[in-house]
């Protein structure tokens, strides 16, 4: 039996999406229910909606619901698998939305590709919602 280790690196980057003002506000509220629907997938595969517990698989349409001790306002993005996701939530004291983004690499000189993910993510988060 021969045994092969494999190596990955998990690469973690948070950031925000500032929004001012009472537009602002409601701004980031639209967003959140663009989400939320799964009418924005942004090339997701899964979709979590932690507020109501459910799961978008996007390519077949089928929701789900998962279980968790507490739910809370937030939705996260998977891509491909668990290991490669983008979870949002709004801020609960400022017009903000927080943007957590965890991606797995095969080699380490990738680890820096997070910063061009994030920002690509941002920039059509504000585009297309």
């Known amino acids: 039996m021969k045994f092969i280790q494999k190596s ?4 973690k980057k948070q950031n925000l999406l500032n929004f001012s003002g009472s537009d602002g ?3 980031m509220q639209e967003i959140m229910q663009k989400v939320k629907s799964g009418e924005e997938t942004f090339g997701a595969t899964k979709i979590k909606d932690f507020d109501n517990l ?3 698989n996007v390519a077949t349409g089928e929701k789900s619901r998962f279980n968790m001790l507490e739910g ?11 290991e490669n996701r983008i979870t949002i939530r709004p ?4 017009p903000k939305i927080k943007i957590y983004a965890q991606w797995l690499f095969v080699k380490k000189e990738d680890c820096a590709k997070i910063e061009e993910i994030i920002t690509d993510f941002k920039r059509r ?4 919602c």
């Open 125 to 128: 988060i504000l585009n297309e």
């Open 91 to 94: 801020s609960g004291t400022e």
């Open 72 to 82: 809370g306002n937030a939705v996260s993005f998977e891509f491909m698998k668990p």
């Open 54 to 56: 459910t799961e978008i």
């Open 25 to 27: 506000f409601n701004k």
């Open 8 to 11: 990955a690196f998990l690469q």
